[in-house]
């Protein structure tokens, strides 16, 4: 996966992501919340040879001294000093207890010892702390003594006494945090990695080109007013779901330029991914080019084509392939274009037989020498053969893939079946597209205004009143002769 891989499967799933950092965050705020508060109280000692002497000799005596603050770093955590701190302060711990809350440090090239004390109790840090630096320092002055007697060569000073401190050392809540903030970001991105992995959908361009290199005709993105109005012509001319209708059409002229054949076959993968919705416009818009069109529905399981144009079914392509009736005599026009749509006719008991046989063939041919273009809508490839069967007698094949609707492995399989007869895949329309997002698509709205309108808009107040309502005249009256010219 490249980059844009990665930024497109974060903005896919940017919600969950930002809801595991927020889980993160959440997790360490309580964490820190509730913790119960510890106070760390500091005391530093000065390490010191006692002899006075010259330079000289003082300069090795600093040697000696920085030398001997490791191992005094080291003597603070052993039972030697901690046992008396134990039973000065009658604490109810052993020294090794002791020593988990204690800390001894040294600055580098210093003689200066730190040492640090955590204990729930601001106090109570504090007077530890500064029992364990009385300790220290009675017990190297004893380790120090020579055997022959004698006062110590070195000597330990507290410069800084422990205090009881006013806040917490601890929880340390930024760093908590900071700690959630980073798990956070880390669990979104082993989850946004996962559901990527495991999510197959094909939910946008990126996705389907990674299945085939079938060249993409055009986009639909989802309207949910298409459910009520499917059909172009309910819409504005200036509509996006025209305009991508107008595209597949000029898209598709170029992808059949070279073919005898003017039979298009439209079908999809799995049911419910638009592929009568697309025939359906499509055929439209051909005809609102100025085109003989022959729309075809095919589909003799689940007809929609009757339904999106109030059109009946019951005489159709089954009435003309069994010989009932010729196919002109089925024929039903419809609309102000040149657009005659051919309903399927009563349902059969074998339809893959029917679509298979002679007389479909011959139909077929016969509607190709009538029409400038035949439009096809076929069941879905995967749940029956039906458009595999048609996909051999017909000049291209247009596969309709659902967003979101359609898994990878369903186009795999469909456009195997394509290929096992054969067929000629002139490309792909992807249709239920989202609006917003990284999968987004749509057309800018671009509308015009016409010369009346803006010369309206450029007159005074009172004319442009007049003028409106002389346009609101005319409308009513071209609106009541419409009507009556339908009766």
Not at 27 to 49: E, M, N, R
Not at 121 to 148: H, K
Not at 225 to 234: E, G, S
Not at 420 to 437: D, H, S
Request: with cysteine.
């Amino acid at each position: 996966m490249e980059i844009s891989d990665y930024l497109r499967a974060l903005r896919r799933s940017w919600i969950s992501a930002v809801c595991c950092v927020l889980l993160g965050l959440l997790t360490a705020g309580l964490f820190a919340t509730l913790s119960a508060p510890a106070y760390t109280s500091k005391t530093q000692l000065f390490v010191s040879i006692q002899n006075s002497g010259s330079v000289q000799e003082l300069q090795q005596g600093n040697n000696f001294s920085q030398a001997r603050v490791k191992s005094y770093i080291q003597t603070v955590r052993t039972p030697a000093v901690l046992q008396p701190v134990v039973d000065a302060l009658a604490l109810d711990m052993t020294p090794e207890a002791l020593a988990k809350n204690v800390i001894a440090s040294a600055d580098l090239d210093t003689v200066l010892i730190t040492i640090s004390f955590t204990d729930e109790s601001p106090v109570q840090a504090a007077a530890v702390a500064n029992a364990i630096a009385d300790s220290l320092i009675a017990t190297i002055e004893t380790l120090e003594r020579p055997a022959e007697g004698g006062v110590s060569p070195v000597k330990l000073s507290v410069v800084t006494p422990a205090n009881a401190p006013a806040f917490p050392s601890a929880p340390n809540t930024r760093l908590y945090l900071a700690i959630g903030f980073l798990g956070g970001v880390a669990a979104a991105f082993v989850f946004v990695a996962l559901r990527t992995a495991l999510d197959t959908r094909v939910r946008g361009e990126a996705d389907l080109l990674r299945v085939t290199q079938a060249a993409i005709l055009g986009g639909l993105a989802f309207d949910p007013d298409a459910v009520k109005t499917p059909l172009i012509t309910h819409t504005s001319p200036q509509s996006a779901r025209a305009e991508s209708f107008r595209q597949i059409r000029t898209n598709l002229q170029f992808a059949n330029v070279s073919q005898e054949s003017s039979a298009v076959l439209i079908t999809s993968s799995l049911p419910g991914e638009g592929k009568s919705t697309t025939a359906t416009n499509l055929a439209i818009a051909l005809a609102q080019a100025g085109q003989s069109v022959c729309l075809v529905d095919a589909d003799l399981r689940r007809p929609r084509v009757h339904e999106y144009l109030g059109l009946e079914r019951n005489a159709g392509l089954t009435t003309a392939l069994i010989g009932s009736a010729e196919v002109k005599d089925v024929l039903q026009p419809w609309g102000e274009d040149n657009l005659h749509v051919l309903t399927s006719g009563q349902i059969p008991p074998n339809p893959s037989e029917l679509l298979g046989s002679r007389a479909m063939k011959l139909l077929l041919s016969q509607l190709e020498d009538q029409f400038d273009a035949v439009i096809i809508d076929a069941p879905p490839l995967l749940p029956v053969t039906d458009a595999s069967v048609l996909a051999q007698v017909v000049g291209g094949v247009i596969l309709v893939v659902g967003s979101s609707k359609v898994r990878v492995q369903d186009v795999q399989k469909a456009m195997s079946s394509l290929s096992m007869v054969e067929a000629r895949l002139l490309g792909t329309v992807f249709n239920l597209l989202p609006t917003k997002g990284p999968d987004a698509y749509a057309y800018a709205d671009y509308t015009y205004e016409s010369v009346v309108d803006v010369a309206a808009k450029s007159r005074p107040r009172n004319v442009r009143s007049k003028t409106l309502k002389n346009n609101r005249n005319t409308k009513s009256v071209l609106r009541r002769e419409h009507i009556e010219s339908n009766y």
